[in-house]
């Protein structure tokens, strides 16, 4: 199956640092949280990499303090196949008789 490797940047923004780090770790400990249902939307891998240096902004008028963090991750691209692709599936007799004959 084919995959893609990316960085994913993710920028968390706050009116105070005490506050923009404290959803850090609010963001942190929800991927840690939902690491089983991400992987199965298909990811393969995703590691943090780094955070970035510490940051302001000024947007609609007002000061953010912004913390960035990266994170690695693969992504498999999954093709899902419709149930009635699945049905019709049929078994090739041949390899029956070859089952039977392996069964001891």
């Known amino acids: 199956s ?3 490797d ?3 940047q993710f920028d968390i923004f706050h009116q105070t640092a005490r506050d923009a780090n404290k ?5 942190e400990d929800f991927l840690t949280m939902y690491t089983g249902e991400i992987k199965r939307g298909g990811i393969q891998e995703f590691v943090f990499l780094e955070q970035l240096e510490d ?3 000024f ?3 007002e000061n953010y303090y912004v913390r960035s963090l990266v994170y690695f991750a693969r992504i498999q ?3 899902p ?3 009635y692709t699945v049905d019709q599936i049929t078994i090739d007799p ?3 008789a070859l089952k039977a004959k392996l069964e001891i």
């Not at 959803?23 to 963001?27: K, Q």
């Open 77 to 79: 691209k999954i093709t």
């Open 81 to 83: 196949i419709p149930i």
């Open 59 to 61: 947007r609609w008028r």
């Open 6 to 8: 990316c960085e994913i």
């Open 55 to 57: 940051d302001h902004d």
């Open 23 to 27: 959803l850090v770790d609010e963001f």
């Open 94 to 96: 041949s390899i029956l």
């Open 2 to 4: 084919k995959h893609f």
